[in-house]
């Protein structure tokens, strides 16, 4: 139990494109979802915690304008990276958690932007 | 403010020998400390909630504990398979989001 998936699990697109990122818990209702970026060899940063049918809590410094999330459902949310450049290339990771503490995270989406 | 420190950085182990990874906090509050596998290009494996200190978790060779001030991950007899890097996170009371440690890479060589 317990599994989240994420799509796609990479994505190339090019400078000045959208791209959207989706995260699905499968098994289990997710009234919470969060969104981590990591560079190589670091760990994970914490980018936006949203709640279902509420408007996301970005943390400091991460721009919500380019960093769009929707959690429409408690089994759906998505990331879009909106007019991506080269440095918002990065790993982007998903996870979700029901009631309980603990978080179960997303397979994760790499994203390069050229 | 809320820190979460994980030692070594990194650690080489032969196949067999026993070890532990540490992971220290100074949160005001503990909800609940959880211990993550990550592998190369892929997203964190769930292994340990922790909640209040004295508490002690399992999982095959695996062993997680928990006192007022830090955590061990203790690793008992390691196979090559258990190398990857080990992410110690902590959750503060009031919060939603989990403070993140640096991880300990862990290579086991056979």
């Not at chain 1, 949310?77 to 990065?90: G, I, R």
């Amino acid at each position: 139990g317990a599994v989240v998936s994420q799509h796609p699990s990479w994505v190339i697109c090019k400078s000045g494109t959208s791209v959207k990122i989706e995260c699905r818990s499968l098994d289990f209702q997710a009234t919470t979802m969060f969104w981590y970026r990591q560079f190589p060899k670091q760990s994970l940063m914490l980018m936006a915690t949203s709640n279902e049918g509420s408007k996301a809590t970005y943390e400091q410094g991460v721009e919500k304008d380019k960093f769009l999330i929707n959690h429409a459902s408690l089994t759906l949310s998505t990331l879009t990276v909106t007019s991506a450049h080269p440095e918002d290339s990065s790993f982007y990771i998903c996870s979700a958690k029901t009631g309980e503490e603990t978080q179960y995270f997303g397979p994760g989406t790499r994203l390069l932007v050229l | 403010e809320d820190q979460v420190t994980q030692s070594p950085e990194a650690l080489r182990l032969q196949e067999g020998e026993s070890s532990s990874l540490n992971c220290s906090y100074t949160v005001s509050g503990l909800r609940g400390l959880f211990w993550y596998r990550q592998d190369p290009g892929k997203g964190p494996e769930f292994l340990f909630t922790l909640y209040s200190a004295g508490e002690e978790k399992e999982k095959e060779r695996l062993k997680a504990t928990l006192t007022k001030k830090e955590s061990f991950l203790h690793i008992t007899a390691p196979k090559p398979e258990d190398s990857a890097t080990y992410l110690c996170a902590v959750q503060f009371q009031g919060a939603q989001k989990l403070v993140f440690g640096q991880g300990t890479r862990l290579t086991i060589n056979p």
